[in-house]
């Protein structure tokens, strides 16, 4: 059974920063790439982040580009996300999500709440 | 920025038939993805590269595509099937991952 597990979050003053983790189980980890998808509370989904299976390709929106860093070690079966300089707008529950074959996320965590606030 | 662009709700009578829209200038040549979220829940994937729908998803869940609007349908709609939807795919610039705004979903 794939299980991805979240942690990491919390409450965070704005300029902060946060390290969020993600354990993964139930597949070869290192065969996929994974993403970091946040919501905003009453909001919809937004993607933050990419990582592909070697590290080799990474991307980033553009409203995290520059302060976040997305990084795995396949060793662990982990994906992480660095949060730098965090804003209130950072608020929101972050997702990490497993990358399909087929394109798009096949599997998601169940999310860690982080929440950027003085 | 890229933008995939649902209708904010939709309703239904159970047993209907729900269509839910998403429209992008990059459609034609991405693929689209589709999420069901409930309340509290992590989102699923219900169909994938624009109508093919994962194993574990109802039959009742289609996807189809045209131009630059793609429609998940909802046949014989169930109370069980009320939630936000929204849709994904990718721009043509690279950044892979771009989420519509979402659909609510209301079974009457």
């Known amino acids: 059974e794939v299980q991805l597990v979240e942690s990491g979050g919390g409450l965070v003053q704005p300029g902060r920063s946060l390290r969020l983790s993600c354990a993964a189980s139930?597949?070869?980890?290192?065969?996929?790439?994974m993403h970091w998808v946040r919501q905003a509370p009453g909001k919809g989904l937004e993607w933050v982040s990419g990582?592909?299976?070697?590290?080799?390709?990474?991307g980033y929106a553009d409203s995290v580009k520059g302060r976040f860093t997305i990084s795995r070690d396949n060793a662990k079966n982990s994906l992480y996300l660095q949060m730098n300089s965090l804003r209130a707008e950072d608020t929101a529950l972050y997702y990490c999500a497993k990358e399909s074959v087929a394109g798009g996320f096949d599997y998601w965590g169940q999310g860690t709440l982080v929440t950027v606030s003085s | 920025s890229y933008e995939l662009t649902q209708p904010p709700s939709v309703s239904v009578s159970p047993g209907q038939t729900a269509r839910i829209t998403c429209s992008g200038d990059a459609l034609p040549k991405q693929y689209a993805y589709w999420y069901q979220q409930k309340p509290g829940q992590a989102p699923v994937l219900v169909i994938y590269k624009d109508s093919e729908r994962p194993s574990g998803i109802p039959e009742r869940f289609s996807g189809s595509s045209s131009g630059t609007t793609v429609t998940l349908t909802i046949s014989g709609v169930q109370a069980e099937d009320e939630a936000d939807y929204y849709c994904q795919s990718a721009d043509s610039s690279g950044t892979p991952a771009v989420f519509g705004g979402g659909t609510q979903l209301t079974v009457l």
């Open positions: 139930g597949f070869t980890f290192d065969d996929y790439a």
């Open positions: 990582i592909s299976w070697n590290s080799g390709s990474i």
